[in-house]
């Protein structure tokens, strides 16, 4: 079975702070992609990444950053967290036309 | 623009009924098509894919899903809904050429009561 590991599934942080989200996949996938989930909205792509030390905005790339030293590491930044993310961030590795999830990071920005 | 539309925010179905949740699509070409469903505090789960081929695509769970290229649906059903389906559903779209890029819908919460 395919696994996507998520660092921490609820994670509170102030307003100002960095924060790192990590995600692993244990299947070399080369494909990695960041979601976030509001509701309403449905999932929107933050960032993706083909292979290691590549990678391309999404549609909402606005206030984040990402890191893929590693094929198996995919790592959502914010640098300067703000209350406007709050949300579910979803991160997603991708084998033949099909994608699969982690279990998400709900993030509380204070 | 490309876009994913689910009608619904929520559809009900009595335990045993057959149910339905649309989705609709506007992407040019011939592109993949893919439903999810998500259980509370969990990530989403793959249920079924359209490719080519048979237009009646059947998946996990005795899901399947319905291809209509005129229309551009692709709507989930199930014969016989049980209470363990109630969750939110995804329909997701990957346009040909899009590097495997997922356009979702905005979900819809299925309630399957006893």
């Known amino acids: 079975d395919v696994k996507v590991t998520q660092s921490s599934r609820y994670l509170v942080k102030r307003t100002g702070e960095k924060v790192f989200l990590e995600c692993v996949q244990d299947?070399?996938?080369?494909?990695m992609f960041w979601y976030r989930q509001d509701p309403g909205l449905g999932l929107r792509l933050i960032y993706f990444?083909?292979?290691?030390?590549?990678?391309e905005k999404g549609d909402i790339p606005e206030g984040y950053s990402v890191s893929r030293e590693k094929k198996e590491r995919f790592s959502l930044i914010l640098e300067s967290a703000s209350t406007n993310q709050t949300s579910m961030y979803l991160c997603?590795?991708?084998?033949?036309?099909?994608?699969?999830f982690g279990p998400g990071t709900r993030l509380t920005v204070l | 623009a490309q876009s994913v539309a689910q009608p619904e925010d929520q559809v009900n179905v009595a335990e045993g009924n057959p149910l339905t949740v649309k989705c609709t699509y506007s992407v040019s070409g011939n592109p993949y098509l893919f439903w999810y469903v998500q259980y509370p505090n969990r990530g989403l789960q793959f249920l079924l894919k359209?490719?080519?081929?048979?237009?009646l695509v059947k998946g996990s769970y005795g899901f399947e899903a319905e291809f209509n290229k005129s229309q551009t649906s692709f709507h989930l059903k199930k014969p016989s809904a049980l209470v363990s389906d109630s969750a939110l559903y995804f329909c997701a779209v990957s346009p040909v050429g899009n590097t495997g890029k997922l356009i979702f819908g905005q979900g819809t919460t299925l309630q399957v009561k006893p």
């Open positions: 990444s083909y292979d290691v030390k590549m990678k």
């Open positions: 299947m070399d996938h080369e494909n």
């Open positions: 359209y490719i080519t081929g048979d237009n």
């Open positions: 997603a590795s991708r084998w033949k036309n099909e994608q699969f």
